[in-house]
């Protein structure tokens, strides 16, 4: 499997070998972005944080997915993930009320 290197300056993607599974890189990228806000939490706040992470992501997938669409796909996807768990912990207070 390949691995993609991404030069956000100059668009460009180097290919190489991915070590670890998707799930272990997702966690690994997770993990890091945690340990930096924890880092920048008496610096940044949070309002500002969450600004500066959307419009990095944004960018991110705008600039290297293959078309608009497919970076579109990828952001709302993801948000519609996290609604689907805010209505099922909703519905599950409800039911214990």
């Known amino acids: 499997m390949s691995a993609d290197i991404i030069d956000m300056n ?3 993607i180097k290919k190489g070998k991915k070590k670890l599974s998707t799930e272990k ?3 690994l990228i997770y993990d890091r972005l945690l340990d930096l806000s924890e880092e920048l939490q008496d ?3 949070i309002p500002n944080m969450v600004i500066s992470l959307q419009q990095f992501v944004c960018e991110l997938a705008y600039d ?3 078309s608009n ?3 579109s796909h990828m952001l709302l ?3 519609a993930h ?3 768990h805010e209505v099922e912990l909703e519905q599950l ?3 214990g009320e």
């Open 43 to 45: 610096t940044v706040t």
């Open 69 to 71: 669409a497919t970076a």
């Open 25 to 27: 890189q997702c966690e």
């Open 93 to 95: 207070d409800n039911e």
């Open 82 to 84: 996290r609604l689907e």
């Open 64 to 66: 290297t997915a293959p």
């Open 77 to 79: 996807g993801i948000i």
């Open 10 to 12: 100059k668009k460009t």
